[in-house]
Nanobody, 123 residues
Framework: QVQLVESGGGLVQAGGSLRLSCAASGRTLSRYNMGWIRQAPGRERELVGAITWSGGITNYADSVKGRFTISRDNAKNTVYLQMNSLKPEDTAVYYC????????????????WGQGTQVTVSS
């Protein structure tokens, strides 16, 4: 079992930045690909960023490319999402997810989820 706890969400003005963290316990994160998934009211769930177990490959949704950066520190068992140039449409609950190494970076059905952290961007 892996327990994931997100932090770093909050209220920020448009154009601002936030850094989300996802701390894991139970198992080492180096056994998992990691992703950040967001859910806004009335909108489909969106995988905003994903990173392989080694950090060697990252993918991003077109809506956040050039603004968001996903990274990980396996020694600290933590994954990060740096969000810059935030827009009101980035407002959502952001979830951290862990998925098996051989399942790719699609995160259609992640093995583990965090409880989510709210990000609100005001205009």
């Amino acid at each position: 079992q892996v327990q994931l706890v997100e932090s770093g969400g909050g209220l920020v003005q448009a154009g601002g930045s936030l850094r989300l963290s996802c701390a894991a316990s139970g198992r080492t994160l180096s056994r998992y690909n990691m992703g950040w998934i967001r859910q806004a009211p009335g909108r489909e769930r969106e995988l905003v960023g994903a990173i392989t177990w080694s950090g060697g490959i990252t993918n991003y949704a077109d809506s956040v490319k050039g603004r968001f950066t996903i990274s990980r520190d396996n020694a600290k068992n933590t994954v990060y999402l740096q969000m810059n140039s935030l827009k009101p449409e980035d407002t959502a609950v952001y979830y951290c997810a862990a998925d098996g190494l051989y399942k790719g970076l699609g995160f259609q059905a992640p093995d583990y989820w965090g409880q989510g952290t709210q990000v609100t961007v005001s205009s």
